[in-house]
Every structure is written in structure tokens, then in C-alpha cells.
């Protein structure tokens, strides 16, 4: 069992940045591989990044890519997603996920935070 809490959210406005973070609870977070979501208001849950557990292979979504950099800290139990030159279609409630796979399919990961709200302004 796997517990994930982000945090780091607010609000920011356009061209600015944000780091948002995830901690794990339990002793396996190290075998996982994470991955971070967002959904916007009216639309459905996306892809924006995943990592493998040892951090060396990460995967963006052509939204992000670029502008976002996904990282972990096995020793620390967390994951961060830094978010630089934001833009309002940014804005959406962002989710990390652990799974055994790193993938961009939401349904192969196991695990879910509650999810943090980021708004960017315009």
C-alpha cells in the first residue's frame, strides 16, 4: 500500500513557475515508477510526466515538454514536478499516481493523491 499526498500548489501567473511535490508513505516507494496527471475543469484526466523508479527515464507530453521536469528523491520519498513558464491552460487540479509501470495510460497506475489545485492567471 502506497499512501501519496501532494502539495505545492497555488497560484501563478503566466510565464511564471511552481514545483509541485508528492510524498509516499510506506517502504516500497523506491520500486515504483511515478507519474503525474492533471484535469481540468470540463475535461478529462492527462498524461503530463512519469518517471521509472531508479530516475533515470522520464516521458512528457508534448504539452509539457520542455517546460516541465519531473524528478525523484528515493531517499526522501518523493517526487516533484517543477513547472516553469506556465501558461492559463496549465490550470488544472494536478494528481501523481504510482505504478509498476511507467506509462502515460492512468489506469495502469495503482496509486492516486488527492490532488492539487494549480491556477495560472493570464
Known amino acids: 500500500q502506497v499512501l501519496l499526498v501532494e502539495s505545492g500548489g497555488g497560484l501563478v501567473q503566466a510565464g511564471g513557475s511552481l514545483r509541485v511535490s508528492c510524498a509516499a508513505s510506506?517502504?516500497?516507494?523506491?520500486?515504483?515508477?511515478m507519474g503525474w496527471f492533471r484535469q481540468a475543469p470540463g475535461k478529462e484526466r492527462e498524461f503530463v510526466a512519469t518517471?521509472?523508479?531508479?530516475?533515470?527515464?522520464?516521458y512528457y507530453a508534448d504539452s509539457v515538454k520542455g517546460r516541465f521536469t519531473i524528478s525523484r528523491d528515493n531517499a526522501k520519498n518523493t517526487v516533484y514536478l517543477q513547472m516553469n513558464s506556465l501558461k492559463p491552460e496549465d490550470t488544472a487540479v494536478y494528481y501523481c499516481?504510482?505504478?509498476?509501470?511507467?506509462?502515460?495510460?492512468?489506469?495502469?497506475?495503482?496509486?492516486w493523491g488527492q490532488g492539487t489545485q494549480v491556477t495560472v492567471s493570464s
Open positions: 499516481a504510482a505504478g509498476r509501470v511507467a506509462t502515460t495510460e492512468s489506469n495502469s497506475y495503482d496509486y
Open positions: 510506506g517502504r516500497t516507494f523506491s520500486s515504483y515508477a
Open positions: 518517471i521509472k523508479w531508479h530516475g533515470d527515464s522520464t
